[in-house]
């Protein structure tokens, strides 16, 4: 038994560089994007240049979201509406609905809906 990788997080460019050559195995680099010890956020071609295996990116999904949220609704406040296009809204939710598979659940309403 042993570990498979073994994940880092470097607190500074010159410690990111150097684990690759002291660390022997395969290394994990953990990108914390935002962070308050100024820790190196770098693209994942370079981190593989410099011997890294995986590149975890915990965040970029919730802050995408945080800062679409924020964008949608101070155009709603300044504007009145949303900044959607409309077509691409149509496809998106098109997609969602699909993933969860709510056409199935339609077709069970409409069977048993009463009229």
């Known amino acids: 038994a042993g570990a498979d990788m073994i994940m880092l997080f470097p607190n500074d460019l010159e410690e990111v560089k150097r684990a690759p050559k002291d660390i022997p195995g395969p290394l994990v680099y ?6 308050t010890v100024d820790r190196p956020v770098l ?3 370079e981190l593989g240049r410099l011997g890294y295996r995986m590149v975890v990116e915990a965040q970029p999904a919730l802050f995408a979201t ?3 949220v924020e964008d949608c609704y101070r155009h709603l406040k300044e504007d009145g509406i949303c900044n959607f296009d409309n077509e691409r809204m149509r496809a998106l939710r098109q997609d969602v609905e699909a993933l969860i598979d709510l056409p199935k659940y339609f077709d069970i309403e409409a069977g048993t809906v009463e009229r």
């Open 43 to 45: 693209n994942t071609r």
């Open 66 to 68: 945080v800062m679409a």
């Open 30 to 35: 953990v990108t914390s994007w935002g962070n």
